[in-house]
C-alpha cells in the first residue's frame, strides 16, 4: 500500500522543538520532493518548507524562517522537519505531500501537483 505517515506531533511549550517524520511505504521517496504543509483552524493551508529530490532545492516560508529546517534520509525512505523555538501560531495539523518525476528536481512549495498526501500529525504549541 502507498502511503506517506506523519509522526511526531504533539504538545509543547512555546519554545520548545518537535522534529516530525514523514515516512513513505510501498515506494521509494529518493525520486520525490517532498514539502510540508500545515492547516490550523479555520485557516487556508499554508506551505511550511519543501525539499527536492536530491535535497538540492529547499525553501521555507518566511513565518518559520531561522526556527524549522527540513532534511530528508533517503536510506529510511523518510524526511524530517526539525522545528525549534515554537510558537503558539505554530499550532495546526501539519502534512507531508510527495510530487514525483519529473517535477522533482524543484521544491514543491505551493502543493501543486503532488502525487502523494500523508494524513497530518498535529502539533500545539501551548503552556
Known amino acids: 500500500q502507498v502511503q506517506l505517515v506523519e509522526s511526531g506531533g504533539g504538545l509543547v511549550q512555546p519554545g520548545g522543538s518537535l522534529r516530525l517524520s514523514c515516512a513513505a511505504s510501498g515506494f521509494t521517496l529518493d525520486y520525490y520532493a517532498i514539502g510540508w504543509f500545515r492547516q490550523a483552524p479555520g485557516k487556508e493551508r499554508e506551505g511550511v518548507s519543501c525539499i527536492s529530490s536530491s535535497g538540492g532545492n529547499t525553501d521555507v516560508a518566511d513565518s518559520v524562517k531561522g526556527r524549522f529546517t527540513i532534511s530528508r534520509d533517503n536510506a529510511k525512505n523518510t524526511v524530517y522537519l526539525q522545528m525549534n523555538s515554537l510558537k503558539p501560531e505554530d499550532t495546526a495539523v501539519y502534512y507531508c505531500?510527495?510530487?514525483?518525476?519529473?517535477?522533482?528536481?524543484?521544491?514543491?512549495?505551493?502543493?501543486?501537483?503532488?502525487?502523494?498526501w500523508g494524513k497530518g500529525t498535529l502539533v500545539t504549541v501551548s503552556s
Open positions: 505531500a510527495a510530487r514525483g518525476p519529473p517535477y522533482d528536481s524543484s521544491c514543491p512549495k505551493m502543493g501543486f501537483g503532488m502525487d502523494y
